[in-house]
Structure formats: C-alpha cells, structure tokens
C-alpha cells in the first residue's frame, strides 16, 4: 500500500486523490489518508503530491504513518474531488514537526 505522511498536514493539496484509479482517500480538517485494504498499490498518486507527502510502505518514513492511515480510513469520509487547499498551504510545504498538528 501507499501512505500519506507528515507532509501532508497543513498542505492538503489534494492533488493525489484525482489520479487514484479506486478512491481510496479519505479526509480530515487537515490531512488526507489512504485506505490500506482498498489501495491497490498502482503508484500514480506519489509524484502528483506537490508536497512529496505520498511514499511506499517499503520506505521507511512511511512506517510510523501505516497505522495512522488505518485508523482515520475507517472514521473520516470518502474524498474523490480535489477541493480548495488551505489558503497557507504553500507556507506549510517542507515545514519540519507537523504530525503533532493533524486535526483528528
Ligand atoms: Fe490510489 Fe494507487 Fe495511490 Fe493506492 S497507490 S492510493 S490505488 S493512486
Ligand atoms: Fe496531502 Fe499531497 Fe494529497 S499534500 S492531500 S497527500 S496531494
């Protein structure tokens, strides 16, 4: 599976959710995740974030993202349709220690 990680908090660019072939995003206030049982692993969505948020459950980063993505899968809705992105979302790109800002 694919995982959305830190970086995406904040940005939200939502650039990823209208190349996924099966909609397996689902959205918070402010971070967007990927539901691991429905991803079918295709790829096309990494190099669509701006904010390089997206990675392989095979790299490392992602790891302490897996369980997060599960979780807010099964409680946050379905997004298909990319939507405004936070006005400051460009200010927020690259910004390190987001993870304690995602809005659950
Ligand atoms: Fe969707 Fe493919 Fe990205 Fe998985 S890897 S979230 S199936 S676009
Ligand atoms: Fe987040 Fe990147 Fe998608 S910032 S909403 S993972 S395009």
Known sequence: TYVVTENCIRCKFMDCV??????????????????????????????????EAILPDSDNQATPWMEINAKYAAVWPNITRKGEAPADAEEWKDKPNKAALLSP
């Open 18 to 51: 209208e190349v996924c072939p099966v909609d397996c995003f689902y959205a918070g206030d402010n971070f967007l995740v990927i539901n691991p049982d429905e991803c079918i692993d295709c790829g096309v969505c990494e190099p669509e974030c701006p904010a």
